[in-house]
């Protein structure tokens, strides 16, 4: 008898426990409807600042590009609001989590993109990221001088010459404080001097400028010879004593890091060596002008 009341017993708290789940599953059914009629609202709100904005930043590619990219936004949205229900749904998540999953995905991307919207920026842009990229890993830029048709103020010969000595001057000063060989310490305590890089790259940009004023077709030409110099991360990838010392102790990251880096250090002094030669070869151009 004590055997059976057990069993009975047994029986009753299952029953019971299978229409508890039943009723938590309906409550949760209807709990979702009630969320629906919210999420669904607002992902209508969302796709408006999602779908505007989008239509101000792609202004190339007829409606393919366009197509494209809101199949694969709604898609995006179908799978996060699909995976949201469910855990909602089976009780994995709170019923308000679940539901309101895709907003709160979504609702970034929509500020997001409204903001470069609104500041204009090119977000579809190609070009953009390819520049940024190669600005990163340093690929040679080719420089453009045209020759002007109207010199309002021609250059001084004499003045040409000095700049040029004194260019000649900053960039030996750059490579003797830059040893050739940075061992793997030195290159991430050191590295090479980004801030005097760029003040040497200015001074380059501004003597290319005011040489460019020249009538000499030959002055004019011999300028595109001139490498733009690239201020890359690589080439000093740390300012702060205890940034450069975790990444000393992290040889096996660090290691790669200064294999490439000495790769972009090297690049840089032979561009360094190209400016020192084409000053040389204008200072040969434009001093016999000097005694004329």
């Given at each position: 008898?004590?055997l059976a009341?057990?069993?009975r017993?047994r029986?009753?708290y299952e029953y019971?426990s299978?229409?508890?789940?039943?009723?938590?599953?309906?409550?949760?059914r209807h709990?979702?409807?009630?969320?629906k009629?919210?999420?669904?609202s607002?992902?209508c709100i969302i796709f408006?600042?999602?779908?505007?904005?989008?239509?101000?930043?792609?202004r190339?590619?007829?409606l393919?590009?366009?197509?494209?990219?809101?199949v694969?936004?709604?898609?995006f949205?179908?799978?996060?609001?699909n995976m949201?229900y469910?855990l909602?749904?089976?009780g994995k998540w709170e019923v308000?989590?679940?539901?309101?999953?895709?907003a709160?995905?979504l609702?970034p991307?929509?500020v997001f993109f409204t903001?470069k919207?609104?500041?204009d920026?090119?977000?579809f842009n190609?070009?953009?990221?390819?520049?940024?990229f190669?600005?990163?890993?340093?690929?040679?830029?080719?420089r453009?001088?045209?020759?002007?048709e109207?010199v309002?103020?021609e250059?001084d010969?004499v003045?040409a010459?000095?700049?040029?000595e004194?260019?000649?001057?900053e960039?030996a000063a750059?490579?003797s404080?830059n040893p050739a060989?940075?061992?793997?310490r030195?290159?991430w305590?050191h590295g090479?001097?980004?801030?005097?890089?760029?003040?040497?790259r200015?001074?380059?940009e501004?003597d290319v400028?005011?040489?460019?004023?020249s009538r000499e077709?030959m002055?004019?030409?011999?300028?595109?010879?001139f490498?733009?110099?690239?201020?890359?991360w690589?080439?000093q990838?740390?300012t702060?004593?205890?940034?450069?010392?975790?990444m000393?102790?992290?040889?096996?990251?660090?290691?790669a890091?200064?294999?490439?880096g000495?790769k972009?250090q090297?690049?840089?002094r032979?561009e360094?060596s190209t400016v020192?030669?084409?000053?040389?070869?204008?200072i040969e151009?434009?001093?016999p002008?000097i005694?004329?």
């Amino acid at each position: 008898q004590g055997l059976a009341k057990a069993q009975r017993m047994r029986q009753e708290y299952e029953y019971k426990s299978i229409a508890m789940a039943d009723d938590l599953k309906t409550m949760r059914r209807h709990a979702i409807e009630l969320q629906k009629k919210f999420t669904l609202s607002f992902a209508c709100i969302i796709f408006f600042f999602i779908g505007a904005p989008l239509g101000a930043i792609i202004r190339k590619g007829g409606l393919g590009t366009p197509l494209v990219i809101s199949v694969f936004l709604f898609i995006f949205y179908y799978i996060i609001d699909n995976m949201g229900y469910k855990l909602a749904r089976d009780g994995k998540w709170e019923v308000w989590e679940g539901m309101w999953l895709s907003a709160a995905v979504l609702l970034p991307m929509g500020v997001f993109f409204t903001y470069k919207a609104v500041n204009d920026s090119a977000v579809f842009n190609k070009d953009a990221y390819l520049n940024f990229f190669r600005k990163f890993f340093g690929v040679s830029e080719v420089r453009h001088v045209e020759m002007k048709e109207l010199v309002m103020e021609e250059i001084d010969p004499v003045i040409a010459v000095q700049r040029m000595e004194a260019l000649k001057l900053e960039v030996a000063a750059y490579l003797s404080r830059n040893p050739a060989r940075q061992s793997y310490r030195d290159y991430w305590l050191h590295g090479y001097d980004r801030d005097e890089l760029h003040r040497l790259r200015d001074t380059i940009e501004n003597d290319v400028e005011y040489l460019s004023n020249s009538r000499e077709k030959m002055v004019v030409l011999k300028l595109m010879d001139f490498p733009v110099l690239r201020s890359l991360w690589f080439q000093q990838p740390s300012t702060r004593p205890w940034l450069s010392w975790t990444m000393i102790a992290l040889f096996p990251i660090g290691l790669a890091v200064w294999f490439y880096g000495r790769k972009t250090q090297l690049r840089l002094r032979d561009e360094l060596s190209t400016v020192t030669k084409v000053a040389d070869q204008l200072i040969e151009l434009i001093a016999p002008k000097i005694d004329d």
